[in-house]
């Protein structure tokens, strides 16, 4: 199969209006004639549901929470990026495009990227439009901050809730929606496969959490808006409840995965604790434009912060990056951390920590000011540590956030199955190797309001109106498996908690596939992953029964999807002979310890098709071509 991205003609600029006066139109009177099902509630698909719905279609909504508010983006605080140039520091829609493409060290696709900057002015005006209380300048002029990889102040932010607003956006959307009967809400329903009649997308198989039963659901086009991977490395920033489920079965039945060894870690989080921890916390990013980044200059220091002596403290970032600072992206942040610990300065009782510290800035600005902007995260970081960030400087070590991979999804954000899309952290998205932060809620509202309700229309108005029901075929045989499925996991009966094979797997992935790979750790870790999914499938030890609500039957069956998905990205990461964004490979890299591209060979998305249980996985390139930036090496220095 060629992959064709199905990028429009013409200049940069003018794409994505040439390509929105190309699409096919779907008469009003015919759109409540199509159905829509979108698994997900989070900012990406609440977003496309209300639009869709508005629009006129009918939809579908599919959660597994128990309410939609609850879906994943809620936990987002630092901001959302849009080139409003509210600052007139000069910014502008090409700079957002060009720090984008540059954060995700050119692995990223021109097209939809210049689109989703173009796209970002429109989404704080319609959120504003919504009510979201987004922070304000004393004269009432939206607020805005800095974050990682960009020289311009472009991140709108309410507080250090800048997820959970957005979403009682979105949700008040919905719920509108709701109220008319356009949007069907199903919560606390899990999708377990995706349903393909004439190799079109027709419709999903579910499981409902609370009783267990399991059925089908029929449309003319399927969304998946299920959110990012991040836990298949046990620990992670990420809610517990996020998953792969729904993109793995879709990779399963014919969707292709998109670089899926791309994976953000993120500099700033509080540092893991112990052998028992199941959760990882995220210190905002935000919190890098006044907290300065540094460890002890000597090797095993265990003064107490305040009594190293400026001359004795090596604020690495700023030393390292002046033009940046500490706001250099995230992996650069992350992997100078890393450095500065695995030369034994780390601090804490683990040395796996370095110091985010606020006294110049609470000396600078005060105290009070200091609270107004991060008071909830220093709660947080207080209620969790012990320890007060106002007197003593937060110990912060990078953790898994973000997956940039993702199913793989063409300018229209459709999938390789034909009516099936992805959109949000689902799809491998527009943010290459690495992804800046405050892009990702800017992304997935971009593909959710402004990108999906053109392009699922352009579909629809192509095929033929009527329905296909659950009682074909193709659904009764979804479902059986499904059933059959769910049955084996329960029959096994073994000796070990899905538990204890989740973090298992997380400790290969971080210790070989993490912060830093290389060839053989990877291969070890391939060999290590193919032994774990044989033992899981002979040992793993559910309890109770389908027909109640069994946390174990969830969790086994995202487990042993995270298990196949993990080899997947173990495979992505060997076949990657080079090191760029989030992923470094320790045999390529520049004298200074930075990544180190190859252009000539890997400019391309990895895309992988499912061959069968038991054979490799199969590599498609869609080469990438950039017209628009010339390739170099990423520096922030
Ligand atoms: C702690 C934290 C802070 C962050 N802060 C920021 C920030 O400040 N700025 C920024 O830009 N980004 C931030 N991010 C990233 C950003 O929050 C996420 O990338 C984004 O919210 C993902 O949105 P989504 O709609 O794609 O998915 P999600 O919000 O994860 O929603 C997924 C939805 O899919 C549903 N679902 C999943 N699987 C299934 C299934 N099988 N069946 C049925 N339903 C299913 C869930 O129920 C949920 O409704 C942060 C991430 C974390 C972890």
């Not at 870690?265 to 921890?277: A, F, M, N, R």
Request: net charge neutral.
């Amino acid at each position: 199969m060629i992959l064709d991205a199905k990028i429009p003609d013409g200049p940069l600029a003018e794409k994505w209006d040439n390509h929105r006066f190309n699409v096919k139109l779907v008469n009003p009177a015919n759109k409540r004639k199509y159905e829509i099902i979108i698994v997900g509630s989070g900012l990406a698909g609440a977003s496309a549901a209300a639009t869709l719905a508005e629009l006129g279609y009918n939809v579908k909504v599919f959660c597994f929470q128990d309410s939609a508010r609850r879906a994943h983006s809620i936990a987002a605080q630092g901001g959302i990026n849009a080139a409003k140039n509210y600052q007139n520091d000069g910014d502008s829609v090409h700079r957002l495009f060009y720090d984008t493409i540059k954060g995700g060290d050119y692995r990223s696709r021109e097209a939809n990227v210049y689109r989703l900057a173009q796209v970002s002015v429109n989404i704080i005006d319609q959120c504003v439009a919504q009510g979201v209380p987004f922070a304000r300048e004393y004269g009432g002029l939206l607020a805005n901050r800095s974050f990682g990889g960009a020289q311009v102040s472009r991140t709108f932010y309410a507080r250090g809730q800048t997820g959970q607003q957005l979403l009682l956006g979105a949700y008040s959307a919905l719920n509108r929606q709701i109220a008319y009967g356009k949007v069907q809400l199903f919560p606390r329903t899990e999708m377990l496969d995706v349903v393909l009649v004439d190799g079109k997308a027709r419709g999903i198989v579910t499981r409902h959490l609370v009783t267990g039963h399991i059925e089908s659901h029929s449309a003319h086009a399927v969304v998946l808006a299920t959110g990012g991977y991040g836990n298949v490395f046990y620990l992670s920033t990420n809610a517990m409840g996020s998953n792969t489920t729904a993109i793995w079965r879709a990779y399963k039945k014919g969707a292709f995965f998109g670089n899926p060894c791309f994976t953000q870690i993120h500099p700033t989080c509080i540092p893991v604790s112990g052998e028992y921890q199941s959760k990882l916390t995220l210190m905002s990013e935000s919190l890098r434009n006044d907290g300065r980044v540094w460890v002890p200059k000597a090797k095993g220091d265990k003064r107490a912060p305040q009594e190293i002596p400026e001359a004795e403290r090596d604020y690495f970032l700023e030393r390292k990056y002046p033009s940046f600072g500490n706001l250099v992206p995230r992996d650069v942040a992350s992997r100078n951390a890393k450095q500065a610990c695995d030369e034994g300065r780390g601090v804490g009782t683990t040395g796996l920590a370095v110091y985010l510290d606020f006294a110049d800035a609470i000396k600078r600005d005060g105290l009070n000011r200091v609270s107004e902007k991060y008071g909830n995260l220093f709660e947080m970081y207080e209620k969790i540590t012990g320890e007060n960030p106002y007197e003593s400087p937060m110990r912060i070590y990078p953790a898994v956030h973000y997956t940039m991979g993702g199913l793989w999804v063409d300018y229209n954000l459709m999938t390789t199955i034909p009516g099936l899309y992805a959109a949000g952290e689902a799809n491998f998205s527009d943010h290459g190797a690495n992804r800046l932060g405050a892009s990702a809620l800017m992304q997935g509202l971009a593909d959710g309001y402004f990108v999906l309700p053109y392009t699922i229309g352009d579909y629809l108005a192509q095929m033929p109106t009527a329905k296909v029901t659950t009682d074909h075929p193709a659904f009764k045989e979804a479902e059986t498996n499904v059933r059959a499925t769910v049955q084996k996991m329960l029959s096994i009966n073994g000796t070990k908690t899905v538990d204890e094979f989740h973090k298992e797997l997380g400790h290969i992935m971080w210790n070989y596939c993490g912060m830093s790979r290389n060839a053989e750790g990877l291969t070890y870790a391939k060999g290590k992953i193919q032994e774990l999914k044989k033992e899981f499938w002979s040992n793993v030890k559910l309890i109770g029964v389908n027909e109640e609500m069994n946390q174990t039957i969830e969790k086994a069956g995202r487990v042993a999807d995270f298990i196949e998905l993990g080899e997947l990205m173990v495979t992505d990461a060997l076949n990657r002979n080079e090191s760029c964004g989030g992923h470094f490979r320790e045999e390529y890299q520049t004298p200074e310890n930075e990544a180190l591209r190859d252009d000539a060979n890997f400019a391309y998305v990895a895309a992988w098709e499912f061959t069968g249980p038991n054979s490799e996985a199969a590599l498609h390139k869609e080469e990438l071509t950039f017209e628009n930036v010339k390739l170099t090496q990423r520096s922030y220095k």
